[in-house]
């Protein structure tokens, strides 16, 4: 079996009356791509939010590598190896596409990064290597707000490659990428898996959940009710009644 590098016991998080997190458990192994499914405000993002200290949880705890992280801030839950990506994207839309791969390398806040030439050659060489996979290396000196859409995507996969995390939270990276990239990004996520990289992705596109994922969990209202094989949870009529808004009434 593949070693859990990242495991999340009962996390919850309520806003005022809302429960939006009620009682996650949630493991993800090395070398898996995991996907998080279900409709609108089941509490994917939320869920994200409290892995990585964005949000504090109310209660639960979660796990890298067996080492608690609830309360740790967001920079020093990166540093222990999660990289995350957001709907937003947010880049450093102004800086070039060198500038915003290379801000993702620099382990402090200060101007002189530690380390010297030969840590700042490290740095640059993680940066040349995201850009090749990622497809940007032809626009490394291009401003951010320049690129497309789907360079912007890329350049935000470029941001986490760089980074060399081990546990990578995946916001809706694929939507509105056209076919070609979107195998294109398929191919990123089965290197990473081959290296040993968990990763756990929110999409809403089911035919790449089902094309990339190796295991669904299916969130509703906070819980996550199901787990297990893509085709098995997606075949589950009970599963997709929730899914594409046909419950019962007295289950709304």
Not at 75 to 80: E, G, N, P, S
Not at 145 to 168: C, G, H, P, Q, T
Not at 187 to 200: H, K, Q, S, Y
Request: glycine share 8%; with cysteine; aromatic share 6%.
């Amino acid at each position: 079996m593949s070693e859990v590098l990242l495991r999340c016991e009962n996390l919850a998080r309520s806003f005022g009356g809302l429960q939006a997190v009620a009682g996650v458990s949630l493991s993800l192994p090395a070398g898996q791509v995991t996907a998080l499914v279900g409709p609108n405000g089941a509490g994917k993002t939320t869920t994200f939010n409290l892995i990585t200290g964005n949000l504090r949880a109310d209660s639960g705890a979660a796990f890298i590598r067996g080492r608690p992280i609830m309360g740790l801030r967001p920079w020093q839950v990166a540093r222990l190896g999660v990289a995350r990506s957001f709907q937003d994207l947010r880049l450093f839309t102004h800086m070039t596409v060198r500038e915003n791969v290379l801000a993702a390398t620099e382990t402090s806040a200060w101007f002189w990064q530690p380390g010297g030439a030969a840590a700042r050659r490290r740095r640059e060489e993680r940066a040349a290597a995201a850009l090749e996979a990622t497809g940007l290396a032809p626009l490394a000196e291009a401003r951010a707000v320049d690129l497309a859409y789907a360079e912007r995507k890329f350049l935000s996969m470029a941001r986490i490659l760089a980074a060399e995390a081990e546990i990578w939270l995946l916001d809706e990276p694929a939507s509105g990428l056209d076919l070609a990239s979107r195998l294109r990004f398929g191919e990123l996520l089965r290197a990473a898996t081959a290296r040993g990289v968990a990763i756990c992705l929110i999409e809403h596109n089911l035919d790449v959940v089902v094309e990339l994922s190796d295991r669904i969990a299916f969130l509703d209202q906070g819980k996550v009710l199901a787990e297990g094989a893509p085709q098995a949870i997606l075949r589950d009529p009970a599963l997709a009644a929730i899914y594409f808004g046909d419950r019962p009434q007295e289950a709304a």
